[in-house]
């Protein structure tokens, strides 16, 4: 079967940086358009970043310039790097997958989704 799993998440200081990690096992990864979103406490689930399987990509517009999204076929991998940490970049970050880029886009209708790892920004 299918599994996602994120990896890499937990407390850093503001101004600091993580580096998510996803290992996609089951599917053609890639095939597979490859997603990362977030959800804050209290807050709707929102995209971050998506990625084709041909190099097409998006950022949302809160973590332009900070955050970098990378995929490594050969490992069935994606990653998220983010850099200059804001106490609002507080979530659980999910990896997500779609064989239709257009999916990811909002997230209703992906494919597969990660499990989720909590990244924490304190002031």
């Known amino acids: 079967q299918v599994q996602l799993v994120e990896s890499g998440g937990g407390l850093v200081q503001a101004g600091g940086s993580l580096r998510l990690s996803c290992a996609a096992s089951?599917?053609?990864?890639?095939?597979?358009?490859m997603g990362w979103f977030r959800q804050a406490p209290g807050k709707e689930r929102e995209l971050v970043v998506r990625?084709?399987?041909?190099?097409?990509?998006y950022y949302a517009d809160s973590v332009k310039g900070r955050f970098t999204i990378s995929r490594d076929n050969a490992k069935n991998a994606v990653y998220l790097q983010m850099n200059s940490l804001k106490p609002e970049d507080t979530a659980v970050y999910y990896c997500?997958?779609?064989?239709?880029?257009?999916?990811?886009?909002?997230?209703?209708?992906?494919?597969?989704w990660g499990k989720g790892t909590l990244v924490t920004v304190s002031s």
């Open positions: 997500a997958a779609d064989p239709t880029y257009g999916r990811l886009r909002v997230g209703t209708r992906v494919e597969y």
């Open positions: 990625k084709s399987s041909g190099g097409t990509f």
């Open positions: 089951g599917l053609t990864f890639s095939s597979y358009a």
